[in-house]
C-alpha cells in the first residue's frame, strides 16, 4: 500500500504558477512510477504528467506541454508539478497516483485530491 498526500493547490490569477506536491508514503516510493490527474466539474478525470521511478522517463498531456514540469525527490518520497502560465481551463481537482509503470492506465494508488483554481 501507498499513502498520497497533495498539496499546494489554490487560487491564482491566469498566468500565474503553482507548484503542486504529493508526499508519500507506505511501501517503497522509489519503486513507484509516479502521476498527476486532474478532474474538472462535469468531465473525466484525465491525464496531466507521469514520471518513472528513477526520473528516466516524463510523459505529458498536450494541454500543458511547456507550461508544466514534472518532477521528483525520492529521498523525501515526494513527487511535484510545477505548473507555470495557468489557464482558466487548468481549473480542477489535482490528483496524485501512484502505479508500477508510467504509462497512464497503471496507477493503483490514489491521493485525495487538491483543488486548483485559475481565475481570468
Known amino acids: 500500500q501507498v499513502q498520497l498526500v497533495e498539496s499546494g493547490g489554490g487560487l491564482v490569477q491566469a498566468g500565474g504558477s503553482l507548484r503542486l506536491s504529493c508526499a508519500a508514503s507506505g511501501r517503497t516510493f522509489s519503486s513507484y512510477a509516479m502521476g498527476w490527474f486532474r478532474q474538472a466539474p462535469g468531465k473525466e478525470r484525465e491525464f496531466v504528467a507521469t514520471?518513472?521511478?528513477?526520473?528516466?522517463?516524463?510523459y505529458y498531456a498536450d494541454s500543458v506541454k511547456g507550461r508544466f514540469t514534472i518532477s521528483r525527490d525520492n529521498a523525501k518520497n515526494t513527487v511535484y508539478l510545477q505548473m507555470n502560465s495557468l489557464k482558466p481551463e487548468d481549473t480542477a481537482v489535482y490528483y496524485c497516483?501512484?502505479?508500477?509503470?508510467?504509462?497512464?492506465?497503471?496507477?493503483?494508488?490514489w491521493g485525495q485530491g487538491t483543488q486548483v483554481t485559475v481565475s481570468s
Open positions: 514520471i518513472s521511478w528513477r526520473s528516466t522517463r516524463t
Open positions: 497516483a501512484a502505479g508500477l509503470s508510467p504509462t497512464p492506465g497503471s496507477f493503483d494508488y
